[in-house]
């Protein structure tokens, strides 16, 4: 499954944002924990890299809360050996979000000091949330400021303009809609975003898309990431067969035979943690 979809409000917004990276000191890049890897929009988006530039950037994995202890401990590790520093949040609940809202005053900090070194003042720091869509960069930006004040809802394409909003005398904020590459080769990459509702609906088949949810939490299945909510669920085990035979099979036991309706349901029940918490991508071994 390659995904060609690029909506026109996508295309708008990019022309927007890079615009506006113009005027910013600070790129927060917003990733979902569940697929760190495929949420990475600065090495799936052939011009974001070159707009950000040598930007202060803050990496932020958010929906801590949908991926285990241990793989969110997988993840830190590996960071951390890459000498770069990673953010959990959870931006649903507002945890994490201290330590973010320093560690982005401080990515800033540099620009104020050029201002001062020559002889300007102070100003605050501007920053971005970027990243796909539906990772939580509305939510996130809400939490920083301490109420509700941007648009966020359990959709992708919520957010449709550019906008700014100040938080402190410190620290300014803006909040951008999802962007996405024009095309999309990895077709697995392609499938977890599809999973993880971080791509438009009107790109993929929800029934191609289900089946390969089961396939993935059928590969997972261990300690870390295990089947036993799947299973307890809809009390029907999906080790013993292929992913769309389990959709099949799950349709005549539920759902009259409605492969589409089972397809749909299985998805929102991910989305909704309902199938337990699973870090459908975990980090490459450490070199040591
Ligand atoms: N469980 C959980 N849900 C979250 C978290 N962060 C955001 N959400 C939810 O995810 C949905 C999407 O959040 P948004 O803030 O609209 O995401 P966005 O990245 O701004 O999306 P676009 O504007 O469409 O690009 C909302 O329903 C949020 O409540 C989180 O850390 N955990
Ligand atoms: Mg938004």
Redesign the pocket.
Known sequence: MTIQWYPGHIAKAEKALKEQLKRVDVVLE?RD?RIPSSTALLLAHPQVPEWVGDKGRVLVL?????ISRQVQTLWAEWFAAQGSAVYF?????G?GIKVLAAAATAAGAAMNQRRRDRGMLPRPVRAV?I????????????RLLGRRV???????????QLRWVRISKEIELL?A??VIPAKLDDRDAAFKLAICDDIGQASYDNQLVAAELVELLKQLDDEVNSLDAVRGRYELDPREIAGDEYLQALAQLRYQGDVERTARQLLTDFRK?QLGAHGLELPPPIQT
């Open positions: 917003v924990a958010n929906r801590q809360d949908m949040t959870n931006a649903k609940l945890k949330a990243g796909f869509p539906n990772v939580g960069k509305s939510a996130l930006i809400n941007v648009e966020s809802a359990a959709r992708p394409g919520v957010t449709r909040d809609p999802g943690g």
